[in-house]
Each structure stands twice: as structure tokens, then as C-alpha cells.
């Protein structure tokens, strides 16, 4: 039986944890009551959470931060008859 003798706790994605054991699921590094990111149930810290998961720009290569939801809208063909248009979100 594993005994922590932590007094500090936090809740955090439906879950107790002792503050120290509340780490970013990449890195390991301990969040404590910092800023952390959810994805797939896990908590990940900032850097981490932006370089896995945030879509990236085509020409740096650098996360995205802005939230906003932004509609590419792409013709399939130059021609001005064409009616096929794909739609695709960017979060």
C-alpha cells in the first residue's frame, strides 16, 4: 500500500489529486495550481498542449493560439463552372 502524506489537494478533470501528483501527461512536469489543458481525460501544461495538439501555421510552423473557428472554403478546380466546394473546419 502506497501511504502519501500530502495535505494539499485539487480537483481537477472530475478527479482528486495531491498537488504534487497532478503532472503534465507529456512531460511529467508537476502543474500544481498552474494553468494546465485538457485533452483525451489528461492534463497537459502550455507548451505541450500547443505543440501537440493546436494546428500549426503552413509557413512557421508555430501553434495557432487564437480560438476562433475559422471556414476554409476550397474549389476543387480553377474553373468558374466548378460547384464542388469541401469545407473544413480549423479549430
Request: charged residues 20%; negative net charge; glycine residues 2%.
Amino acid at each position: 500500500m502506497l501511504l502519501c502524506l500530502s495535505l494539499q489537494v485539487l480537483i481537477a478533470l472530475e478527479k482528486i489529486w495531491h498537488i504534487e501528483h497532478f503532472l503534465c501527461a507529456y512531460c511529467k512536469r508537476q502543474l500544481g495550481t498552474d494553468i494546465f489543458y485538457e485533452n483525451d481525460g489528461f492534463p497537459y501544461c502550455e507548451l505541450d498542449y500547443q505543440e501537440l495538439f493546436l494546428p500549426k501555421c503552413a509557413d512557421c510552423h508555430t501553434a495557432i493560439l487564437d480560438v476562433s473557428v475559422y471556414l476554409l472554403l476550397v474549389c476543387c478546380s480553377l474553373s468558374i463552372e466548378c460547384k464542388h466546394f469541401w469545407y473544413r473546419f480549423v479549430a
